[in-house]
T-cell receptor, first 114, second 112 residues
Framework: DAGVIQSPRHEVTEMGQEVTLRCKPISGHNSLFWYRQTMMRGLELLIYFNNNVPIDDSGMPEDRFSAKMPNASFSTLKIQPSEPRDSAVYFC????????????FGSGTRLTVV | DQQVKQNSPSLSVQEGRISILNCDYTNSMFDYFLWYKKYPAEGPTFLISISSIKDKNEDGRFTVFLNKSAKHLSLHIVPSQPGDSAVYFCAASTSGTYKYIFGTGTRLKVLA
């Protein structure tokens, strides 16, 4: 089991540019979560999907943020346009909806917007 | 509004002693609680969990205590080891959802 795979590991971009973060959940997991970690707010839930359908996106900070899950093995989080205050570590996590109550996290993408 | 709070951003403990990490929550609907450990440059990893039907769960050196009336949980690590140095997050969820709300984390440093 390769775990939750995120890419890229690091991203440095200029303010105003579009940023796309990618995630491959663990095979067989049908819930997927995007979190953002900052010093001030810790781990914030941005959005979560169940069976590829967005269930709760109330944590998405602004319309500049969007997330998609076109199939069970891939999800993206897009920021357009990016701003310096978006700089953070973004984590993707997945879990089985039935039988498991803990999520498995990827290694994260460290985003720096300059 | 932070529904899950970890009021101590950091904690230092001598090797071999007990580490106690605290977590408070405000939502009485939460009925499942988890602790995660995070090393630098890695994602958080699951450590231990507890359901609201229990007040204690133990796994080796790690014990989680839940006080529902106080809306408080704590993680005890005995004995503490230098390898336990990490950031610890508590998280809570409600039955029927898989939405986990995390606290801001406590950085534990175990001194050799």
């Amino acid at each position: 089991d390769a775990g939750v795979i995120q890419s890229p590991r690091h991203e440095v971009t200029e303010m105003g540019q579009e940023v796309t973060l990618r995630c491959k959940p663990i095979s067989g997991h049908n819930s997927l979560f995007w979190y953002r970690q900052t010093m001030m707010r810790g781990l914030e839930l941005l959005i979560y999907f169940n069976n590829n359908v967005p269930i709760d996106d109330s944590g998405m900070p602004e319309d500049r943020f969007s997330a998609k899950m076109p199939n069970a093995s891939f999800s993206t989080l897009k920021i357009q346009p990016s701003e310096p205050r978006d700089s953070a570590v973004y984590f993707c996590a997945s879990s089985r909806s039935i039988g498991a109550r803990a999520v498995t996290f990827g290694s994260g993408t460290r985003l720096t917007v300059v | 509004d932070q529904q899950v709070k970890q009021n101590s951003p950091s904690l230092s403990v001598q090797e071999g002693r007990i580490s106690i990490l605290n977590c408070d929550y405000t939502n009485s609907m939460f009925d499942y609680f988890l602790w995660y450990k995070k090393y630098p440059a890695e994602g958080p990893t699951f450590l231990i969990s507890i359901s609201s039907i229990k007040d204690k769960n133990e796994d080796g050196r790690f014990t989680v205590f839940l006080n529902k009336s106080a809306k408080h949980l704590s993680l005890h690590i005995v004995p503490s080891q230098p390898g336990d140095s990490a950031v610890y997050f508590c998280a809570a969820s409600t039955s029927g959802t898989y939405k986990y709300i995390f606290g801001t984390g406590t950085r534990l440093k175990v001194l050799a």
